[in-house]
């Protein structure tokens, strides 16, 4: 299956490098450009590409403002990209708000070729591009930014005692290995388990379950 593509950046050498690089790639295919926020929205919806690249920092409409646009789906549709946004630095003010908006994973924008084209495939698959370590600061800095907040057990009434576990863990940077290990049960059964959280929640991905954990309390800043 064919991967479809929409690249979004204020810089035109940018677009044709990015573009250039993924069409070289065998499964993926750049159907789109976009110079703006606004752009990539509009482009977005009418070609539907299955991954949105898109620069944090664009004039007008920026990333994190086109990405909050693209998950809501227009009129008699259910059509919502997954977003790989650009940052020049791995943790930068913006990616916070990135994940919040609905990004599934960040690139930097000096990545090597192979680089971008695993990115695209792994958010197309429905995975999100951080590894542990990298939620790890990513953990850090949303502690170091945010004060703790009282648990909403409203939000998190539909888990088990041991899924609210395993999302605990996971909103602390633990991989499937490392859980297993904490719990002393099998790693599939581990990803079972996140599975089901992210239905139950109605999350994309274990980046947003990190961020959904410290949004309702469950796990807070420096506990």
Not at 5 to 11: E, G, T
Not at 36 to 58: F, I, N, T
Not at 141 to 149: C, S
Not at 185 to 203: D, P, R, W
């Amino acid at each position: 299956m064919t991967i479809t593509v929409l690249v979004a950046d204020d810089q035109a050498m940018v677009r044709a490098g990015f573009s250039a690089v993924l069409d070289a790639q065998d499964g993926i295919r750049v159907v789109g450009q976009a110079a703006d926020g606004a752009e990539a929205v509009r482009l977005a919806h009418e070609l539907r590409p299955d991954v949105v690249v898109m620069d944090v920092r664009m004039p007008g409409m920026n990333g994190i403002e086109a990405t909050a646009a693209l998950q809501v789906p227009p009129r008699s549709s259910d059509y919502r990209p997954k977003v790989l946004m650009l940052t020049t630095f791995d943790i930068d003010e913006y990616v916070h708000a990135a994940l919040r908006a609905g990004a599934s994973g960040f690139l930097l924008k000096d990545a090597l070729p192979d680089e971008v084209a695993r990115a695209v495939r792994v958010i197309a698959a429905g995975e999100a591009l951080l590894a542990p370590s990298v939620t790890r600061r990513l953990i850090e800095e949303v502690a170091r930014r945010e004060p703790a907040r009282v648990v909403d057990d409203h939000l998190l009434a539909d888990l088990t005692a041991r899924e609210r576990e395993v999302l605990e863990l996971v909103a602390r940077g633990r991989s499937n290995q490392e859980i297993a290990g904490d719990l002393f049960i099998a790693e599939q059964t581990v990803k079972t388990h996140v599975s089901k959280i992210l239905q139950k929640l109605g999350l994309r991905d274990r980046v947003h379950a990190v961020v959904f954990a410290y949004d309702t309390g469950l796990v807070r800043p420096g506990a």
